[in-house]
């Protein structure tokens, strides 16, 4: 904090006496860009930390998470000698025996890892991602002083237990344990790959087996360009059109069929093939996975999204959503209905479907409805999905796209739905219940029969509503008690008596001091409870 300029924020952190002399405020508070810079400079963990935030609408003010969004891990590669130590230990073979040539320039270089340009001794070009050597062990560091932190904040501050920042270092360390594991990510190409082999127009290189480890992925070479630096010339030789509709079309049918969707398509990690007729997808290190119920919903909000039924959108996220004791369900509505109403008058260059997700996430923030995670990584696809299809189509319209392929979806889903694996589960539950409803349904007509049938209802607890009762009617008795003293000590206070106090009718006086010290001592019980409660 204090190298990186924010000692503002260690002087008003409530763990010292004294704030410390040398961390001074600096003269601006830091902005967005100023802390996805820094976080960037701090290393992986903190760069995995920042796209993680990127995605928490109910917090992160909106500039911030789209600063964060956007953050790359370019840095210094590390040096060559550690590149083949790593991969002679790896793989189990010298580089020099295992491939014909390995370029030891990188072609990229990450927080985690660098990727070079290799041929194999079969002549096939492959890319090598090799991960940073130390990388776990300085994620380790980071991660328990992170989780220190979270943990401090979750026990003595309100928003941390509002937030629960502990629980989203657990899913930090979950994202970078399975980024770090090249393995997982191997599989889930394979995955990929097989369940996108419809998608003639979209490129997912294959892994090399024999030539991969947990830290070391070697894949197909693609040769292409990043979308975002293709010449103007090349761009009016592609099927912008075509390109962007099959990406776009395949997200859709990864999010809301597969269930496992790639959730860092960034401009960086769509490339153009050199013949200009595919587009591939890179780097399927960070996924996220979606359940056959919320993929219902989801494909529900798109469809009221596109088709702009303000409505119908607010009443599919809310009931996605946790309401907060200070959920505000007018506002969402209303704020939802605003928001879907504006995007049908933008034009075709303006519509934005992944903006508008967004946007319903922030405004569930705000008016106190939890949304689930689901929802904002779709948010965030979407948005990155909707740079690719501009970029490859100024015109490209994802609400048309979304009605267009909303009939192909449905079908999917129920192709999915009738599998054998779910026309199994079905018959086996079937024979289930046919097997046992005989023998239930006798017991059930045997308890009838027999007037032994009983329903038990799980109400308030009867002893607890009834001393509750008991203590109640013992203070309007007191109470009536007291108030018939003070009434008869003021009709005895007209009859003369030989026995005086203070100068009144003695008899009198004993029942008044007697019902003011009941009615003391009956306020005192009452404030005294009330208090505990």
Known sequence: MIKYGHGDLVKAAPIVDDPL??????????????????????????????????????FVPPAYMEALSMLQDN?????????????NV????????????????????????????????????????????????????DLAAISEI?????????????FEFTKMVGELRKALLRELDYRQEAQTMKLMREKLSDFTRLVIPAPIDDYSSGRVLTMEYVDGTKITKLHPIVRMEVDGRALAEEVFRSYLHQILIVGVFHADPHPGNVFLTADNSKVALLDFGMIA?????????????LLAISDGQSDRAAAVAQAMGTEKDHFDEAAFRRDIAEIVSQQQGATVENLEVGKIVMHVTQV??????????????????????????RTLDPT????????????????????????????????????????????????????????????????????????????????????????????????????????RLFGYPGFAMLLFLLATGGGISLAWQIMRSD???
């Open 75 to 87: 840095i210094q590669p590390f040096p060559y000698e550690k590149v083949e130590a790593i991969v």
């Open 90 to 141: 790896e793989i189990g073979a010298r580089i020099s025996k295992a491939f014909q040539s390995f370029d030891p320039v990188p072609m990229a270089a990450a927080s985690l890892g660098q990727v070079h340009y290799a041929v194999l001794r079969s002549g096939q070009e492959v890319a090598v991602k090799v991960q940073r050597p130390d990388v776990r062990e300085l994620v380790a560091t």
């Open 531 to 533: 208090m505990r409660s």
């Open 364 to 389: 569930a923030a705000r008016t106190g409805l939890s949304v689930p995670e689901e929802l904002t990584m779709l948010g965030k696809t979407l948005l990155n999905l909707d740079l690719v299809g």
């Open 396 to 499: 490209f319209d994802p609400n048309e796209s979304i009605r267009r392929n909303s009939a192909e979806l449905m079908r999917a889903k129920t192709l999915k739905s009738l599998s054998l694996g779910n026309l199994l589960n079905s018959v086996l539950d079937a024979k289930e219940l046919i097997e046992k409803l005989p023998g239930r349904l006798n017991q059930f007509l045997e308890v009838v029969a027999n007037n032994k049938l009983k329903i038990h209802l799980d109400t308030i607890d009867e002893k607890v509503v009834m001393t509750g009762l008991q203590k109640v009617a013992n203070r309007i008795t007191l109470g009536l008690i007291l108030a018939s003293l003070i009434v008869g000590a003021s009709m005895l206070m007209r009859v003369e008596t030989s026995f």
């Open 289 to 301: 996975r979606v359940g056959p119920q919320m993929q219902d919903q989801l494909l529900k909000l």
């Open 150 to 162: 979270a943990e401090f904040l979750d026990r003595h501050t309100d928003t941390g237990r509002r």
């Open 21 to 58: 002399e040398f961390a001074p405020a600096p003269p601006v508070p830091p902005g967005a860009r100023e802390l996805a810079k820094d976080l960037e400079q701090m290393g992986p963990t903190f760069i995995k930390l920042g796209q993680l935030l990127s995605t928490r609408s109910d």
